[in-house]
């Protein structure tokens, strides 16, 4: 018990000489630990809120975007554009018999449209 006695007062001696290398060695736990927290906790929050936004758009969605697609099978550097037209709109509307709803949207880039306050 002695021994044990002997060490956490030359601990506490050891600490006391060197106060502003304690304060900061405690700090920077401190400040690692909070840091870890909040990261932790800005991701689960994040990950609940598309949860919820997902839920709220309804089960059994599906989207189509263009995109690019590989020109050889497994070639990732031939990529080349694809888009959707009308044709797959009314092909899927047509052929896919598990599919209840199709609603297309249609994007146009070369359209300007302006209003008085922004364009």
Known sequence: M???LD???QTVRTLWAHKLRWFLTMFGIAWGV???LLLVG???GFRSGNRKQLAQLGEDVMFLFPGRAPAIAGNYTSMRPYFL???DYQAVRDEARSV???APV???GDLKSQS???T
Request: glycine share 20%; hydrophobic share 40%; aromatic share 12%.
């Open 116 to 118: 008085e306050y922004e």
């Open 42 to 44: 800005l991701g689960e």
């Open 7 to 9: 060490g956490f007062v």
């Open 2 to 4: 002695g021994m044990f």
């Open 34 to 36: 909070g840091s870890l």
């Open 100 to 102: 209840r709803n199709i």
């Open 106 to 108: 249609l994007v146009r």
């Open 85 to 87: 037209t009308e044709g």
